[in-house]
T-cell receptor
């Protein structure tokens, strides 16, 4: 079974520039997550999709971050404009968790991440 | 603040010894916990989970202990190997939509 794919693996940009990350989840997984992992910390959830709908984006800085999941499969996360503090690894994960009334005891599978450096 | 946290940022053990990584949580309503392993340059990988109706669960060379009284859980790795070197996170399924809340992590280094 293929894992979660992410690209690019590394990105270096200057502050105020824009950047986009792409994620392809495991086939058949309804739920997709984007996490931000700052060096030395655990991943922090930015946004959760159920199919192509957003179910939780409470920690997404919406003034500069946006994400979409067209057709309920691939997803893109965009930052515009980037700030120095956005330097981090951006992780995508997917799971077969299907709905809020179903206990989410399903394992989340993580991709390798995109390491973003903002100069 | 975070609902889970780890006691030590780094742990160094000799190959073949047992490792114990600790985690404290603050939300007494937390009812499901997962340990993840993250190797350099990779995403976190599921190791083992435990529900709050259990106090111990064993996997292959790993054991998770849960003490709800003091809101503490630990990951024990038997006969630690160089391949066990990684950062270990405990995570709490604390979000309303099945969201994981991660602690800061403990870096395990195995000396040959």
């Amino acid at each position: 079974e293929a894992g979660v794919a992410q690209s690019p693996r590394y990105k270096i940009i200057e502050k105020r520039q824009s950047v986009a990350f792409w994620c392809n989840p495991i086939s058949g997984h309804a739920t997709l997550y984007w996490y931000q992992q700052i060096l030395g910390q655990g991943p922090k959830l930015l946004i959760q999709f159920q199919n192509n709908g957003v179910v939780d984006d409470s920690q997404l800085p919406k003034d500069r971050f946006s994400a979409e999941r067209l057709k309920g499969v691939d997803s893109t996360l965009k930052i515009q404009p980037a700030k120095l503090e956005d330097s981090a690894v951006y992780l995508c994960a997917s799971s077969s968790y299907r709905g809020r009334f179903e206990r989410a005891y399903n394992e989340q599978f993580f991709g390798p991440g995109t390491r973003l450096t903002v100069l | 603040g975070e609902s889970v946290g780890l006691h030590l940022p780094t742990l160094s053990v000799q190959e073949g010894d047992n490792s114990i990584i600790n985690c404290a949580y603050s939300n007494s309503a937390s009812d499901y916990f997962i340990w993840y392993k993250q190797e350099s340059g990779k995403g976190p990988q599921f190791i083992i989970d435990i529900r709050s109706n259990m106090d111990k669960r064993q996997g292959q060379r790993v054991t998770v202990l849960l003490n709800k009284t003091v809101k503490h859980l630990s990951l024990q790795i038997a006969a630690t190997q160089p391949g066990d070197s990684a950062v270990y996170f405990c995570a709490d399924l604390g979000g309303s939509q099945g969201n994981l809340i991660f602690g800061k992590g403990t870096k395990l280094s195995v000396k040959p």
